[in-house]
T-cell receptor, first 114, second 114 residues
Framework: EAGVTQSPTHLIKTRGQQATLRCSPISGHTSVYWYQQALGLGLQFLLWYDEGEERNRGNFPPRFSGRQFPNYSSELNVNALELEDSALYLC?????????????FGSGTRLTVV | AQSVTQLGSHVSVSEGALVLLRCNYSSSVPPYLFWYVQYPNQGLQLLLKYTTGATLVKGINGFEAEFKKSETSFHLTKPSAHMSDAAEYFCAVSGFQGAQKLVFGQGTRLTINP
């Protein structure tokens, strides 16, 4: 069974540009979660998508947005990139109630803003 | 609201020694608790989880954790450390159904000395 896949693995962008990160969940998982792991800040919850809808959002500005497609894959968009957006972005998926099953994480996309 | 505190951002033990990584949580509802491990340049892997029932939970790679409600703790232990255990470990709590997000601690980096 394929795990959670994220692309690209690395992404280098210039300040002010836009970045698009992609995530494919495990087959059968309908929920996708995005986390930001910045140096020294731990994992910060960004977004939760389920059945194509945004269900919850962390404390991030609106320039962080995303969507979930009918096949449950997801895209995270970061507009007007700032230097402090440099981080590892982790996607996770879950089968139903995440309290019972926990999350399965992808290997992440490392975004570097220069 | 839920929160997690991991005591010690960095723990160092000798190979063969006991590993103890501390986690305390705050939750207004019965918590669901998780430990994840992150190896360099990888995503997070689920080590073990507590949902309900037995308070001593066994996970992969010889790790176990005990849920102590009176102490609001969920410490991770392993009787004998191995060099391959060197990684970063994250404790997480999930509470409200519908909130559908895990709240992570800041992480503890475990170093194993030969």
């Amino acid at each position: 069974e394929a795990g959670v896949t994220q692309s690209p693995t690395h992404l280098i962008k210039t300040r002010g540009q836009q970045a698009t990160l992609r995530c494919s969940p495990i087959s059968g998982h309908t929920s996708v979660y995005w986390y930001q792991q910045a140096l020294g800040l731990g994992l910060q919850f960004l977004l939760w998508y389920d059945e194509g809808e945004e269900r919850n959002r962390g404390n991030f500005p609106p320039r962080f947005s995303g969507r979930q497609f009918p096949n449950y894959s997801s895209e995270l968009n970061v507009n007007a990139l700032e230097l402090e957006d440099s981080a590892l972005y982790l996607c996770a998926s879950s089968l139903g109630d995440d309290r019972v099953y926990g999350y399965t994480f992808g290997s992440g996309t490392r975004l570097t803003v220069v | 609201a839920q929160s997690v505190t991991q005591l010690g951002s960095h723990v160092s033990v000798s190979e063969g020694a006991l590993v103890l990584l501390r986690c305390n949580y705050s939750s207004s509802v019965p918590p669901y608790l998780f430990w994840y491990v992150q190896y360099p340049n990888q995503g997070l892997q689920l080590l073990l989880k507590y949902t309900t029932g037995a308070t001593l939970v066994k996970g992969i790679n010889g790790f176990e954790a005990e849920f102590k409600k009176s102490e609001t703790s969920f410490h991770l232990t392993k009787p004998s450390a191995h060099m391959s255990d060197a990684a970063e470990y994250f404790c997480a709590v999930s509470g409200f159904q519908g909130a559908q997000k895990l709240v992570f601690g800041q992480g503890t980096r475990l170093t194993i000395n030969p």
